[in-house]
């Protein structure tokens, strides 16, 4: 299905990397996990390293073995394995409790299929020309705008109104932001974490920029173009350098 599937990942600091990517010959994740605020207990004796890895060892098992179902029921299925991992140990009624963005591209004979929960983007980039943006904003519509407390962050966390990302609560899975296109109308696909859609947020790239580096230079080269910006321009806000992770999938038949 993809004739090429790349990928990079780069720590924003001396901490563990919280990004993942896991991917097959059809099929790739890519999970930014949510560095918890400091002084804030999660309720769980676990990291948030380990939630990403539990979450995506349980979705590359299903994709892998080309489970049948929707990528959200996928999602869904492999939250409530990634909780009975470690229910008898946490307490998964925290609000804190550690979270992760998914990201999922799937082609097959019925087109590309994308879930998006959270502020990790797919952008496709179409046959013919074109970008097609598949992206979750609701982070981005919290009341009051930024910079969000971390109070109002724990009250609209998978909640009606607010935004939700894959932790402790599998309907979260429900509302991601999932489709599918024709395989003809596709090239390839572009998946990447908010520490690399900062070259688009901030420093005004375009997507179809992002997807031209990454079909030219690859994964790596779009991540070291995000860490010269942040050098000479500066962060907008937030941390000066974030996990940042970068995929390539380019479709069988196309150049």
């Not at 009250?155 to 999932?178: D, I, K, L, Q, T």
């Not at 031209?212 to 991540?223: D, F, K, N, R, V």
């Not at 050098?231 to 996990?243: A, E, F, L």
Request: aromatic share 6%.
């Amino acid at each position: 299905m993809f004739a090429e599937v790349t990928y990079a990942s780069r720590a924003g600091s001396a901490r563990p990397n919280e990004d993942l990517v896991v991917a097959g010959p059809s099929w790739i994740v890519v999970l930014d996990g949510a560095t918890a605020a400091a002084g804030v207990d999660s309720g769980c004796v676990h990291d948030v390293a380990w939630l990403v890895g539990r979450l995506g060892g349980a979705l590359a098992s299903a994709l892998a073995a080309e489970c049948d179902g929707t990528l959200a029921r996928i999602l869904e299925a492999a939250i409530e394995e990634t909780m009975a991992a470690h229910s008898g140990t946490c307490d998964l009624g925290n609000p804190d409790s550690p979270s992760s963005t998914v990201a999922m591209v799937r082609g097959g004979r019925n087109g590309v299929e994308y879930l998006v929960l959270g502020d990790s983007p797919v952008a496709l980039s179409m046959v013919g020309g074109g970008v097609r943006v598949v992206s979750d904003e609701r982070v981005e519509g919290l009341p009051g705008g930024r910079p969000y407390t971390v109070e109002l962050v724990r009250r609209m966390r998978n909640a009606p109104g607010g935004f939700w990302v894959a932790g402790a609560r599998p309907e979260a899975a429900r509302h991601a932001v999932c489709g599918a296109v024709d395989v003809g109308e596709v090239r390839g696909a572009g998946v990447v974490t908010d520490g690399v859609a900062r070259l688009v947020e901030w420093y005004g790239w375009s997507w179809g920029d992002v997807l031209a580096a990454l079909e030219t230079g690859g994964p790596g080269a779009l991540i070291e173009a995000v860490r010269e910006l942040e050098v000479s321009r500066g962060p907008v806000r937030g941390k000066r350098h974030d996990d940042a992770t970068a995929a390539w999938l380019r479709v069988e038949g196309t150049a």
